[in-house]
Nanobody, 121 residues
Framework: QAPFVESGGGLVQPGGSLRLSCAAS????????LGWYRQGSGNQRELVAS???????HYVDSVKGRFTVSRDLARNTMHLQMNNLKPEDTAVYYC???????????????WGQGAQVTVSS
């Protein structure tokens, strides 16, 4: 069973919204901090948002005020609400347990398939 399964990606126009979901397997403790990463074409994967088990959130400056991360401990799921999307948000989005701070690209578990987000008119 894959540690994480991402869903909810798609094609959206600039200024639009999308909501991503991440389902964590039973091997992922709900006490872990979880994070959303993204990797655009030709770019390194980077951690853009994280949330602790207590709900403390952190965001990179480029998404602050537009993205909101949340989690449901009972279902062991995490979500990323993305508003006012920009073409530069186009990327494959992944979730994982962070192995570094914001901007870092490493996760502690195997990567899932990710969710493709394309922002284009």
């Amino acid at each position: 069973q894959a540690p994480f399964v991402e869903s909810g990606g798609g094609l959206v126009q600039p200024g639009g919204s999308l909501r991503l979901s991440c389902a964590a397997s039973g091997s992922i403790e709900t006490t872990f901090t979880l994070g959303w990463y993204r990797q655009g074409s030709g770019n390194q994967r980077e951690l853009v948002a994280s949330i602790t088990s207590r709900g403390l959130t952190h965001y990179v400056d480029s998404v602050k005020g537009r993205f909101t991360v949340s989690r449901d401990l009972a279902r062991n799921t995490m979500h990323l609400q993305m508003n006012n999307l920009k073409p530069e948000d186009t990327a494959v989005y992944y979730c994982n347990v962070p192995f570094g701070g914001l901007g870092a690209g490493s996760g502690r578990y195997a990567w899932g398939q990710g969710a493709q987000v394309t922002v284009s008119s």
